[in-house]
């Protein structure tokens, strides 16, 4: 826990979250819905580049993962053959008194709705219920009857799309194992306790890739993905004394697992899971073909083996990755006798990657700095801002993470030059506006590491 000492809170990165519109609490002129949050302009340009590095590295740099989106909506046969139905469930406490709800298995760290807040149980009106076991998946009814029958479920994780995709995968693709199904998207946890800003909501998104091995390979494969996973945070700018590999011990595992390992992130809140690592050996392909009565198997022509692959699974939140990288990357200096606030985001993760800033509203300053920002946006995200002081405009960039400003001023008429601001080391140069498209993408594809990692 040492490690965080002198970092960031997390109310500070919500707080900024709020002042540069990343993310805002969800319907929230109504007073809010409690642990759902609503992504901004820049919220959803950062997630996007989180989860669009995230299929670069899964799809686009190997070649034997290819992508799939499934519907949210699946047959509920579904939720009994995966085990969600009989066991996706937490053991739920209810207080009589306060109707506040507890997780059994956490009671601990628990808050009581009375005030001084002590743990739930200990005031004497405390009243609490027997644990019982609680679903945590959304339902729904499909179509225009209420019954039954007609009852669906919001997908508590996109796994589950994969696996029932299988077959499609195996004809269409032309792949044979080891290969991989890649999948993004929401997916929806009636969660009894959520909390932790966006960490742990009811509505979030998944990034998951489910790998099929021969069962022989299952345990390689699972130390190969391990590795690969570890690599992609490190090489996105995550400290790497703020990231571990955990492994379950045997009473963690699920039913499923034969071996799991968590990405663990230290975040203010302690050391957090950031993604699950899973060996699901022949789990999933069997109980969809028992339940289903399709055959969910590899035959291999070459050698005549026919058997059900192996799985390994990494699956990794999106939004929960997108707030490590911003607590990773909060952080606070003293320049010139004044606080700055900056997000040291690894460029290719920053929402803005230039902003073309004229030094003041006059002397064609503005029509210039536009006319330098329509050119480069058609190559780089840029944004440009003429309103208040330079000052104040490089501070709003600064929070927002944007690793490059171009500034306009007087001598660019002269001699055709703007000044080039660099985030983390606040260095300056002067550089030819010819050629700048150029000179941005050279700098922005260098290899990058946090300034806050020496
Ligand atoms: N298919 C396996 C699976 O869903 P999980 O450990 O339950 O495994 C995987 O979830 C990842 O999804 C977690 O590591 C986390 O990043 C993210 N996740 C799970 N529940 C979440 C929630 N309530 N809010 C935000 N992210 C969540």
């Keep these: 826990m040492d490690a965080t000492a002198g970092e960031v809170t997390l109310d500070e990165v919500v707080a900024l979250c709020k002042r540069r519109g990343f993310v805002f609490q969800s319907s929230e002129i109504y007073g809010g819905l409690a642990s759902t949050y609503d992504y901004g302009h820049y919220g959803v340009l950062l997630k996007n580049n989180v989860k669009a590095e995230w299929w670069r590295a899964v799809v686009q740099e190997r070649d034997d993962v290819v992508a799939l989106d499934a519907a949210i909506l699946m047959h509920p046969r579904t939720w009994e053959a995966s085990g969600h139905l009989d066991g996706f469930t937490d053991p739920l406490i209810d207080c009589r008194a306060c109707n506040l709800r507890f997780r059994a298995d956490d009671l601990e760290d628990a808050n009581c709705g009375k005030k001084p807040s002590k743990r739930p149980g200990e005031y004497s009106e405390c009243d609490l219920t027997d644990p019982r076991q609680f679903n945590l998946m959304f339902e729904t009814q499909m179509g225009p009857v209420k019954d039954d029958a007609a009852t669906v479920y919001l997908r508590p994780e996109t796994a589950q799309g994969i696996f029932v995709n299988f077959k499609n995968v195996l004809q269409f693709a032309r792949k044979k194992p080891p290969f991989g199904i890649a999948q993004v998207g929401k997916a929806f946890r009636n969660e009894i306790t959520p909390g932790n800003f966006v960490f742990r909501t009811r509505e979030f998104e998944q990034m998951e890739v489910e790998f099929f091995v021969p069962p022989d390979e ?60 899973a ?115 490089y501070r709003r960039q600064d929070e927002i993470g944007t690793p490059i400003g171009i500034t306009i001023d007087g001598q660019t008429a002269e001699d055709d030059t703007v000044t080039l601001r660099d985030r983390d080391s606040l260095e300056q140069i002067r550089t030819p506006v010819q050629g700048l498209a150029d000179e941005l993408t050279e700098r922005l594809q260098r290899p990058w590491q946090s300034p806050k990692s020496s």
Excluded: C
């Excluded at 699972?222 to 590999?245: Q, S």
């Excluded at 003293?334 to 004229?358: C, D, F, Q, S």
């Design 218 to 277: 299952a345990a390689e494969w699972h130390k190969r993905w391990l590795a690969d996973r570890m690599r992609w945070y490190v090489e996105l700018g995550i400290r790497t004394d703020r990231l571990r590999l955990r492994e379950h011990g045997a009473d963690e595992l699920s039913h499923y697992s034969s071996a799991t390992s968590d990405v663990e992130y230290l975040f203010p809140m302690g050391w957090m899971e950031l993604e699950g690592i």
């Design 279 to 393: 060996n699901r050996g022949d789990f999933d392909l069997s109980r969809h073909a028992e339940f289903s009565g399709e055959k969910l198997e590899y035959f291999d022509q070459g050698s005549g083996e026919r058997y059900v692959p192996h799985v390994i699974e990494p699956s990794a939140g999106a939004d929960r990755a997108m707030l490590a990288f911003l607590v990773d990357a909060y952080d606070t200096e003293e320049v010139e006798g004044r606080k700055r606030t900056v997000l040291r985001l690894h460029p290719r993760l920053a929402p803005v990657k230039v902003a073309v800033l004229p030094l003041v509203s006059k002397e064609g300053m503005p029509e210039r700095a536009r006319a330098i920002y329509e050119e480069l946006r058609a190559r780089i995200p840029a944004e440009f801002d003429e309103g208040g002081s330079i000052g104040k405009r």
